[in-house]
């Protein structure tokens, strides 16, 4: 079999490969897509770091490719979709990187307080100035850290050696968790109003971008600091921009950006500004430790073993996985799905199978929920090997539940998912062979396909409330694909469920939920 090596993958991590009896190992320094799509043909295997991009036209041509190894986490350079469709697995290297992301974040977070790029850029130019570069200890002051994952936790327990009080924003971890990190929970908007440095540690998705924005700031101390290592876009560039120019923010540092490279920010211009070429994982050490990890895991791989961290493909028997397999793309987008509507911090999901799901092992079903529910929410990359790891640790208790009992379909997946402040309830099934739909929510009927972008409305059953829902989201020319309106009594609580072309702005979603009837309004992206 053979292997090919890209992007300056570090040699030493290769040792597994070379070490492995029947594997040859071809390493080049870069080639262009049309390069690749010549000569993939010929390998088994391919690993790469983030200056490849693996298309859907690379794979096409890759006749005998088992596996796509990413030296890193982010597999956003892999078209994991196309792969999947191949049957190819993609894996990575989730954890390689985590203590040099932490130190990153610290060593931002000590060059605010102590303004030392500014100092040796004075001392360079010839000039002796003390005076101007008084810093603060981060003895006693309080660091607001949002986002309590891998990575922040690991932020956490270094700047308490620091002796800073840490206090955290995670729905998604409970209390005894952070309690044993030494760290307080507390709501967004408390960690804004109490944190003298803040750092965030999430990934992007739609509910974290502009996190940080204008409201945000207005909410934090005069004087606060601001550090972003985690990814471009959870902090609002220009809300920043008016917060320095207005001095609310006395200093940020950030090694990440909306839009990639940047030389040329508008924040350059402030002298308490620091940043960074996107750093985070660029030490010695840590790509050596992600690309031992992935070298393993491709062996492993080419060798059909169990593999570690796989990105899209769960590691069952074929002989399970071809009777679940058309359920597996069904149950995550109903983790999706569910993850997007509950509120509140979420401390159970159960999984129920009926009807002839009920006689098979649909442990990788559930773990294909908690894929979609933990996807959603978390910085770290979930695959179906750390879903349920990664859901304990956040103090979710995971129920798998069979009923053999007849059932209204030939085969039903329901999930339920209760949090401090509510319980919301799915149910899916697939009709024929690829045919997904949401036939449930809350015991409501309704008949939805999972996919694109959605809006959930829960509202009372009464009349001028469709046609008004229908006339905002139209104002702002968007095409609503699917309508779907369940209700047990007439007159009591329904819910409305739309498939729409794209997603509908903020403000929109704000004026539909002050429409008389309607008790709110959750914006789904599957």
């Known amino acids: 079999m053979k292997v090919l090596v890209l992007d300056g993958v570090e040699e030493e991590g290769l040792k597994a490969l070379r070490q492995e009896p029947g594997i040859q190992v071809d390493v080049k320094d870069k080639m262009s897509e049309d390069e690749l799509v010549a000569a993939i043909g010929d390998y088994d295997g391919i690993i790469v770091r983030s200056a490849t991009k693996v298309t859907a036209r690379i794979i096409e041509k890759a006749a005998r490719l088992k596996v796509v190894g990413r030296a890193g986490v982010g597999v956003d350079n892999i078209d994991v979709p196309a792969a999947t469709a191949r049957g190819i697995l993609v894996v990575n290297a989730p954890e390689g990187n985590t203590l040099a992301v932490a130190e990153h974040t610290i060593a931002m977070m000590l060059s605010l307080a102590r303004n030392i790029p500014q100092a040796n850029a004075s001392l360079r130019a010839g000039k002796w100035d003390k005076k101007s570069f008084m810093g603060v200890e981060l003895r006693g002051k309080v660091l607001g850290v949002i986002g309590l994952g891998r990575i922040g936790s690991a932020v956490a327990k270094r700047a308490q050696g620091m002796e800073m009080k840490v206090v955290a924003y995670d729905p998604y971890i409970n209390e005894e968790k952070a309690g044993l990190l030494g760290v307080t929970l507390l709501s967004l908007e408390e960690l804004l109003k109490q944190a003298d440095f803040i750092t965030v540690h999430l990934p992007l998705t739609r509910e974290s971008k502009y996190m940080l924005g204008e409201k945000a700031f207005s909410l934090m101390k005069d004087g606060v600091r601001i550090i972003n290592c985690a990814r471009g876009g959870v902090v609002d560039e220009q809300a920043l921009y008016n917060a320095m120019k207005s001095g609310k923010v006395a200093g940020a540092a950030l090694d990440v950006f909306e839009k990639e490279p940047n030389t040329d920010s508008p924040l350059f211009e402030f002298k308490n500004f620091i940043a960074t070429p996107h750093l985070g994982a660029s030490t010695q050490e840590a790509q050596l430790s992600v690309a031992t990890d992935v070298a393993r895991e491709v062996v492993a791989a080419l060798k059909g073993e169990l593999v570690k961290n796989a990105v899209n493909i769960p590691s069952v028997s074929p002989k399970v996985l071809a009777v679940i397999k058309p359920y597996l793309s069904l149950a995550e987008k109903m983790g999706k799905f569910a993850a997007q509507v509950i509120c509140g911090r979420v401390n159970k999901i159960e999984a129920t199978y009926s009807g002839d799901l009920a006689g098979q092992e649909v442990s990788p079903l559930t773990t294909a929920i908690l894929k979609g529910f933990l996807d959603s929410i978390l910085q770290e990359m979930v695959n179906f090997v750390n879903a349920p790891l990664l859901a304990k640790k956040r103090g979710i208790n995971v129920i798998q539940r069979q009923e053999t009992e007849e059932a209204d379909y030939a ?116």
Request: a negative charge; proline letters at 5%; zero cysteines.
């Open 411 to 526: 085969n039903l997946i329901t999930v339920k998912v209760k949090s401090d402040q509510e319980e919301i309830s799915v149910a899916g099934t697939i009709f024929g062979k690829v045919d997904q739909r949401i036939v449930s929510i809350d015991g409501y009927h309704v008949d939805a396909v999972p996919e694109g972008h959605m809006l959930y409305i829960p509202h009372i059953d009464k009349p001028r409330i469709i046609g008004p829902v229908g006339n905002l989201i139209g104002t702002h020319n968007i095409n609503i694909s699917g309508m779907q309106v369940g209700r047990k009594v007439i007159g009591g609580k329904a819910v409305m469920l739309l498939n729409i072309d794209s997603p509908v702005p903020e403000e929109t979603m704000a004026e539909i939920a002050k429409i008389d009837g309607v008790l709110g309004v959750k914006s789904v992206s599957i």
